[in-house]
DNA sequence: TGTTTGGTTTGACAATAATCGAACTGTATT
DNA sequence: AATACAGTTCGATTATTGTCAAACCAAACA
């Protein structure tokens, strides 16, 4: 079941939606993550180093699946993630660039609240 | 002294956040006005058309303001607003370009949350 | 079949954020 | 001085979000 949730979550192209995307990268987790797929390509979601619980990682890349920011699919017993950049890149050109590109710049990401 | 916060609301150049400005990006109304903004230069607040009461929209200006993405300043009794651009352009070259593209683009832009 | 592995789902809680009415402040006009 | 005007600030309410522990699930392997 999990994987049919999965399967679902993820919008077609025409449904991605500016503002979703922009939240999205709006939280300095995920934008970690973001950055590190685009240096990498596919990576599992296990593999990223960061601390903190699996359940609060997993919830973080559920919304950036159903932001339309990344593809997750099974391979085998892992969880592979990729940039959707095809269809980002079709419907807000350079915008995934250049966010990747300013945070790639400036590592040092403060949280936008508090 | 409501002027006096205004101008301590508007972080200089260096506590700009990427997430931040992004967090400000992800939201419809905001978006708007920062579209309107790119292609008028600067305007009041009221001159928004947005079916909003004062304080929502005063809000909106506020997570604007204080994520650096506009800089307001009295002008006689108007309070006018205008994109922080160079600002932004220095620290995320790229970004602010082309969302604006990309929302202009689409003026279709639904909610990213619900 | 049982167990490990990698990640999801659920449920709960705390922190943030959006919305609105009402009161307020500074500027200009009369 | 009094009023109008443009927008802010306050306070309360509601909706979203981030975080975590615990239970769960499917794939791979013993």
Redesign the pocket.
């Known amino acids: ?6 399967e679902q ?1 993820q919008p077609p192209g025409g449904e991605i939606t500016l503002p979703g995307v922009l ?2 990268l ?5 934008l970690e993550i973001v950055l590190k797929l685009a240096e990498s390509g596919e ?5 990223f180093g960061l ?13 950036l ?1 159903s932001s339309g920011v990344v593809a ?1 699919k ?8 990729s940039l959707r950049r095809k269809d980002l890149d079709a419907l807000f050109p350079g915008v995934l660039d250049s966010v990747i590109a300013a945070a790639h710049a400036r590592q040092k990401m403060e ?4």
């Open positions: 079941m999990a994987s049919k949730n999965i979550e939240h999205a709006s939280d300095p987790v995920r990576i599992a979601c296990g593999c601390a903190m619980p699996k359940s609060s990682l997993s919830h973080h890349f559920k919304v699946r997750t099974r391979e085998g017993k892992n969880w592979v993630n949280s936008p609240r508090k």
